[in-house]
């Protein structure tokens, strides 16, 4: 089975890190991984142009790095996404990666991709509420839905302001390791 965890922040940060053990732990129980660094990528956002939902059209207008993450998608079995909090929700990319996955929909809502797919989320922040991590939890599972995939769970990170802070939560990265090992179950 093929896991491929996206991770939304900049810096090889602490969702990253949360998003690796995650891989780390699917690897360990025989997954095939792949992590992708979002914002290493060129994607543009969503124009809302109407292209993808056109007669004879099954993707987006725009030709950059989205249409070889649209495949790696395809081919997963399992995604894991990761993302910082920025101002009590998730970091600009993820919305972008988001608003673009609108071409791998169908107008009557169908998939245009594989569907069975499996999800865990990564979330971190430095001290905010809890609650903005289950937020963006509720909301990345609500777009999941649209495309049938099963929450297998979430890892929060908190009072995690320093780029490399998880890296000392031993206990974390022993559950992001778990959640990824339930990922192949
Ligand atoms: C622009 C910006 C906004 C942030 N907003 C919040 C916030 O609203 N609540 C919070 O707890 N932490 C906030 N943080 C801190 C980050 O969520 C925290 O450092 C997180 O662990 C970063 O993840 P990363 O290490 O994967 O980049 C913010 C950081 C930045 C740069």
């Given at each position: 089975m093929k896991v491929l965890g996206i991770s939304f922040?900049?810096?090889?940060g602490n969702s990253q890190a949360l998003v690796e053990h995650i891989l780390k732990g699917a690897k360990d129980a025989g997954a095939e991984t792949e992590l992708i660094r979002f914002c290493d990528l060129e994607v543009k956002n969503c124009k809302g142009c109407g292209f993808c939902k056109a007669p004879g059209n099954d993707t987006c207008s725009i030709k950059d790095d989205m249409q070889d993450l649209y495949k790696k998608i395809d081919a997963a079995d399992a995604l894991v996404f990761g993302a910082p909090v920025y101002f009590g929700r998730m970091n600009a990319p993820a919305y972008t990666f988001i608003d673009r996955?609108?071409?791998?929909?169908?107008?009557?809502?169908?998939?245009?991709i594989s569907g069975g797919k499996k999800m865990a989320v990564a979330v971190t922040c430095?001290?905010?509420?809890e609650e903005d991590m289950e937020n963006i939890n509720k909301y990345l599972t609500t777009v999941g839905g649209f495309f049938g995939w099963e929450s297998k769970g979430l890892i929060c990170g908190n009072g995690?302001?320093?780029?490399?802070?998880?890296?000392?939560?031993g206990d974390k990265l022993k559950e992001a390791e778990k959640l990824g090992k339930s990922l192949t179950e």
């Open positions: 922040s900049y810096r090889h996955l609108y071409a791998k929909l169908n107008p009557d809502f169908s998939l245009r430095g001290g905010g509420p995690l302001m320093e780029k490399d802070a998880v890296l000392k939560c």
